[in-house]
């Protein structure tokens, strides 16, 4: 998944692969290409809570206004498709906002795939210069079944939105037979600015609340709030007073 970062110049991205090493590859695009001078990052690797593979991640900084940039990743032999995405300008943006894909509500997880993957390339060809998607929770129907957050996640067109996700009550799933149910949304998703128990923390985590601004025309701000009976005054206690950037305006899905 690439992600947003803490503002409009920053991505992260998010990968699984078995590997204890991993790079993010990313140049200006040549064409729909990496150029010749791609940069190689490094990712941070950890193993996912069931410990059956890696989780990797990385982040870029400073990206310009109005580009258009290609990507990969790489672990050793193995080595992604190519994708791109753009940037947007300073002093405007456009975003897609979307509740509720919940992939595998319908109980046919394919199903789901297909429909999400229409409305993704209906949304490119449609708004084919808005580069940023907001979703309101619930990218899932079942957060303790990892396939449906691969589903999600798989279609190429998706690869070109820099994602802010929020958790919904059915990413907050647990199991007796799961593990890791707590842990797949943060393990997909790599979010900025991230506060755990009153604390901010390196990794988000459901229950887990982050902000970014985004553009520097008229600075948006979201938030992303725990959906169940915790309630979200210590975020907006520790986020409220002289820590959050001083904006105009903002968007909060919850």
């Known amino acids: 998944a690439m992600t947003i970062g803490g503002d409009e110049t920053e991505r992260n991205f998010t990968w699984y692969h078995s590997s204890d090493s991993g790079t993010l590859e990313i140049s200006v695009a040549n064409g729909n290409s990496l150029a010749s001078d791609f940069i190689s990052i490094p990712s941070s ?55 509720d894909p919940q992939i595998g509500g319908s109980s046919n997880d394919t199903n789901d ?30 957060g303790n079944k990892n396939n449906q957050f691969s589903l999600f996640l798989s279609s190429d067109a998706i690869k070109s939105f820099a994602l802010a996700t929020s958790i919904g009550n059915h990413e907050e799933t647990k199991s007796s037979s799961s593990t890791d149910s707590l842990y797949l949304y943060s393990e997909h998703f790599t979010l900025p600015n991230t506060l755990v128990t009153g604390q901010l923390e390196a990794k988000s985590a459901p229950g887990s609340n982050y902000y970014y601004t985004y553009n520097n025309a008229d600075k948006k701000i979201s938030y992303s709030f725990y959906t169940s009976t915790e309630p979200t005054t210590p975020f907006v206690q520790a986020f409220g007073i002289g820590t959050l950037p001083s904006v105009p305006g903002g968007f909060v899905p919850v």
Request: charged share 20%; net charge positive; no cysteine.
């Open 113 to 142: 795939e297909g429909k999400w993957k229409n409305t993704l390339n209906t949304i490119n060809s449609m708004f084919p210069n808005t580069n940023l998607l907001v979703s309101a929770g619930d990218q899932v129907e079942r």
């Open 45 to 99: 690797v950890s193993k996912t809570a069931n410990g059956t593979t890696n989780i990797h991640r990385a982040s870029v900084f400073g990206l310009e206004y109005d580009t258009k940039y290609a990507y990969r990743v790489r672990n050793g032999s193995d080595v992604s498709k190519t994708y791109v995405f753009t940037t947007d300008s300073y002093d405007s943006f456009n975003f897609i906002f979307v509740g």
